[in-house]
T-cell receptor, first 118, second 114 residues
């Protein structure tokens, strides 16, 4: 039973380039969340998606960042024109649904993509 | 109001001792409180979680104590082992416009000396 998969695990980009981070949720999970972890800090929520829908993007920077979760294929977090401050670990998590009384609907995390901007 | 405050930032415990990490929150709309364990270079792994209608939950050496009136919860690791050395994050789910979003504490770096 494969867990959440993320690729690439490490990504190096020069300032101004684009970064694309991919996340495949656990089998049977239809909800995807992206979090960012800066060095020596906790995880910060970025965006919550369901298939073909953005549910909450309150944690996304207003510019250069976008996310999608198409009907087929992985979820993509795209960072355009990267800057050094974008260097961080980006984690994807998935859950079977968002919550409610029936279960905990735990979020399970992938191994992360470590982005380094030169 | 969306913050989760975690303490201490770092903790050193002798093997066999009890590790205690505390978290506090303000938003009463939070409805689920998980703890995650993270090793260097890895993703956070779900350790144990609790809902606010329960005051305590125990799984093996790990126990969550929950005080709804004080809006505080804590993780106790009994018989701490060197293999428990990791960063621990508390989190809270819900509140605001997103039911699914987790708000994390700042993390506690636990070191267990042999």
């Amino acid at each position: 039973n494969a867990g959440v998969m993320q690729n690439p695990r490490h990504l190096v980009r020069r300032r101004g380039q684009e970064a694309r981070l991919r996340c495949s949720p656990m089998k049977g999970h239809s909800h995807v969340y992206w979090y960012r972890q800066l060095p020596e800090e906790g995880l910060k929520f970025m965006v919550y998606l369901q298939k073909e829908n953005i549910i909450d993007e309150s944690g996304m920077p207003k510019e250069r960042f976008s996310a999608e979760f198409p009907k087929e294929g992985p979820s993509i977090l795209r960072i355009q024109q990267v800057v050094r401050g974008d260097s961080a670990a980006y984690f994807c998590a998935s859950s079977p649904s968002s919550g409610g009384e029936s279960s905990y609907n735990e979020q399970f995390f992938g191994p992360g993509t470590r982005l380094t901007v030169l | 109001q969306q913050q989760v405050k975690q303490s201490p930032q770092s903790l050193i415990v002798q093997k066999g001792g009890i590790s205690i990490i505390n978290c506090a929150y303000e938003n009463t709309a939070f409805d689920y409180f998980p703890w995650y364990q993270q090793f260097p270079g890895k993703g956070p792994a779900l350790l144990i979680a609790i809902r606010p209608d329960v005051s305590e939950k125990k799984e093996g050496r790990f126990t969550i104590s929950f005080n709804k009136s004080a809006k505080q919860f804590s993780l106790h690791i009994m018989d701490s082992q060197p293999g428990d050395s990791a960063t621990y994050f508390c989190a809270a789910r819900g509140g605001g416009t997103s039911y699914g979003k987790l708000t994390f504490g700042q993390g506690t770096i636990l070191t267990v000396h042999p």
